[in-house]
């Protein structure tokens, strides 16, 4: 059982590259998240979804842009990097919490962007 | 605005001993609260979770208690080993919409031989 697949697990970009960061889960969860995580910070949300088609911002988009094709694959797209995007991204997935009580969240391994 | 505040930010006992996390929030309606384990390099990964009709749930060496009047939980280690080492950080999920579970900006806790 796969879980939650991110690639690459490491990537350095020079400022004004662009890039995707994979992610996939094999739950069939129809919540996604992309979260950014700073040294020594906690957990920003970046954006999610709550199904295929369906996408939001969370707390810090700007600079990023998602697309929600499947309900297996929620990418992450840098269009034009800068050195403050230098962050670990984590993929996350769930259940709605609605029908099932299953708020928890899988997460990826994570990928470590550094932007030069 | 719904917050989750987790106390301290950063710790450090000797092995064998016993520590205490604490996590505040503001969550309201809340639904259920759960920690979270992240080993350097990894992603998070649950340890439990408790409604809010749970006053206490173990898991192994962690013993987790929910106060929902107060609003604070806490997350209990006992005889601490250096695989405790990692930052554990708190989530609550709002009793409206699963897709806002909000973060604790976590504690990092290091384990020394």
């Known amino acids: 059982n796969a879980g939650v697949t991110q690639t690459p697990k490491f990537r350095i970009l020079k400022i004004g590259q662009s890039m995707t960061l994979q992610c996939t889960q094999d739950m069939n969860h129809n919540y996604m998240y992309w979260y950014r995580q700073d040294p020594g910070m906690g957990l920003k949300l970046i954006y999610y979804?709550?199904?295929?088609?369906?996408?939001d911002k969370g707390e810090v988009p700007n600079g990023y842009n998602v697309s929600r094709s499947t309900t297996e694959d929620f990418p992450l797209r840098l269009e034009l990097a800068a050195p403050s995007q230098t962050s670990v991204y984590f993929c996350a997935s769930s259940y709605t919490y609605p029908k099932t009580m299953n708020t928890e969240a899988f997460f990826g391994q994570g990928t470590r962007l550094t932007v030069v | 605005k719904n917050q989750v505040e987790q106390s301290p930010q950063s710790l450090i006992i000797l092995e064998g001993k016993n520590c205490t996390l604490q996590c505040n929030y503001t969550v309201s309606p809340f639904s259920n609260l759960r920690w979270y384990k992240q080993d350097t390099g990894r992603g998070p990964v649950s340890l439990t979770i408790?409604?809010?009709?749970?006053n206490t749930k173990s898991n192994g060496r962690y013993t987790a208690t929910l106060d929902a009047d107060t609003k604070q939980s806490s997350l209990h280690i006992t005889a601490s080993q250096l695989s405790d080492s990692a930052s554990y950080i708190c989530v609550v999920s709002p009793g409206s919409s699963a897709s806002k579970i909000i973060f604790g900006s976590g504690t990092r806790l290091s384990i020394r031989p």
């Open positions: 979804s709550v199904g295929a088609g369906i996408t």
């Open positions: 408790m409604t809010f009709s749970e």
